[in-house]
C-alpha cells in the first residue's frame, strides 16, 4: 500500500477519499481539511483569538495543535468537572500539552462554582442524569470564559460528532436543533462567537492525526458515557459508512447546504435575573440550578 501523496509505505487507507496515506501525508491531509472547513463555512478570521475547549481527548488537543499550527492566536481552556479520577488524569494531560508547547490553559472548576460539588454528587442531588447536568454546565462555562474576554470559542467535535448528532435531530426533526446545528454559531449580546472547525474530519482521521502528531490524549472515555445514544448513532453511521463510504460526510454537508431552511425568528432572550446572561425565563439554567441546591 502506496502513500497516493508522496509514494511511501502508508499506514492508512481512507475508503471515503478512496485514497492511502502516510503518516506524514495524513497529518497534511488533516490540516487541509480543517482550512477547508475554515474557508467554505468562514469560521475564523486571521487576527480571531481562539479559546480552544480542550478536555484531554484526542480532538480537542489535536484541534489546539492544529489551530496553533496554522498560526492562530489561541488559549486552551479546561473544565475540570469533579469527575474523581477521570477529570484528574484529563486536566493533567491538558496542562502536560500545554507546557510542552508553552502554551497557556484556562482552567475552571465546577466545584468552585457550586460548594465544592462535582456532577457526580450534582446529579445525585438534582436527581438528574451527569450526561445533561454536565453539558449544560459545560455550556455555561464555555461561553461565559469565551464572551468575557472576547475570545471566539473553538471545540474539538468532529464529523462522526456531527452526523451522529444530526441523525438524533432528524430522528425526532427537531427543528430548532437543526437550526442551531451550524459549525460556526455568530456572536450575539451574552453569546461569544462557537465554531467546529473538525467537522470535515472523522473520529478515525482524528485518531490518526493525534497519533501520528505524538500528541498524549487520553483514552478514557466519560465513565457517564456508556450506553448514551450519540454512539448507537455512530455505530449505526459506520455500518453504512463502510457499506457505502463518504455517505457520513454527504449526510452532513449536504445538510448544511440546505440548513437555512430551519432557520426562522430566533428565540426572544432575556437576561437572567441573576448572572446577566441571556435565557427564556427570569434566571437561567446555570442559575436555577444553584438555586435548587441552596434551598
Ligand atoms: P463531548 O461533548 O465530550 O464530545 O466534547 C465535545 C467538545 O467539547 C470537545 O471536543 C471539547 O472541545 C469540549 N469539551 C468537552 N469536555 C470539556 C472539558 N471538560 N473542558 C473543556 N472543553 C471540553
Ligand atoms: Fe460530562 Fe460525562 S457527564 S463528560
Ligand atoms: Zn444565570
Not at 459506520?238 to 437555512?260: D, V
Request: charged share 25%.
Amino acid at each position: 500500500m502506496r502513500c497516493r501523496m508522496c509514494g511511501q509505505r502508508a499506514v492508512l487507507r481512507l475508503k471515503a477519499y478512496n485514497i492511502n496515506l502516510c503518516q506524514e501525508c495524513l497529518k497534511k491531509f488533516v490540516r487541509r481539511r480543517v482550512q477547508k472547513a475554515i474557508r467554505d463555512y468562514r469560521l475564523l478570521k486571521r487576527d480571531d483569538r481562539v479559546l480552544v475547549a480542550v478536555s484531554g481527548g484526542k480532538d480537542s488537543l489535536s484541534l489546539w495543535d492544529l489551530l496553533q499550527g496554522l498560526g492562530y492566536r489561541t488559549k486552551g481552556l479546561y473544565i475540570h468537572l469533579g469527575i474523581g479520577e477521570y477529570s484528574d488524569r484529563s486536566e493533567r494531560a491538558v496542562l502536560e500539552f500545554a507546557r510542552q508547547r508553552n502554551l497557556e490553559v484556562h482552567i475552571e472548576r465546577v466545584r468552585d462554582h457550586f460548594d465544592g460539588l462535582g456532577i457526580p454528587e450534582l446529579s445525585r442531588l438534582d436527581h438528574r442524569p451527569p450526561c445533561s447536568l454536565c453539558g449544560m454546565i459545560k455550556r455555561y462555562l464555555m461561553n461565559k470564559v469565551a464572551y468575557e474576554g472576547g475570545w471566539t470559542l473553538a471545540t474539538g467535535h468532529n464529523l462522526d460528532d456531527e452526523a451522529a448528532a444530526l441523525l438524533g435531530n432528524v430522528l425526532d426533526w427537531k427543528e430548532g436543533y437543526l437550526a442551531r446545528q451550524s459549525p460556526r454559531l455568530e456572536p450575539r449580546e451574552g453569546f461569544a462567537a462557537r465554531v467546529k472547525p473538525l467537522v470535515l474530519c472523522s473520529e478515525r482521521e482524528m485518531a490518526a492525526y493525534a497519533i501520528s502528531s505524538g500528541i498524549q490524549y487520553i483514552l478514557e472515555e466519560c465513565p457517564f458515557s456508556h450506553g448514551a445514544t450519540s454512539l448507537l448513532y455512530k455505530d449505526l453511521l459506520n455500518q453504512l459508512e463502510e457499506h457505502s463510504p463518504g455517505s457520513k460526510l454527504r449526510f452532513y454537508q449536504n445538510f448544511l447546504k440546505i440548513a437555512h431552511l430551519f432557520r426562522t425568528e430566533q428565540v426572544q432572550l432575556t437576561p437572567c435575573q441573576n448572572c446577566g446572561y441571556p435565557t427564556t425565563g427570569d434566571l437561567c439554567n446555570f442559575c436555577r440550578l444553584k438555586e435548587r441546591l441552596s434551598r
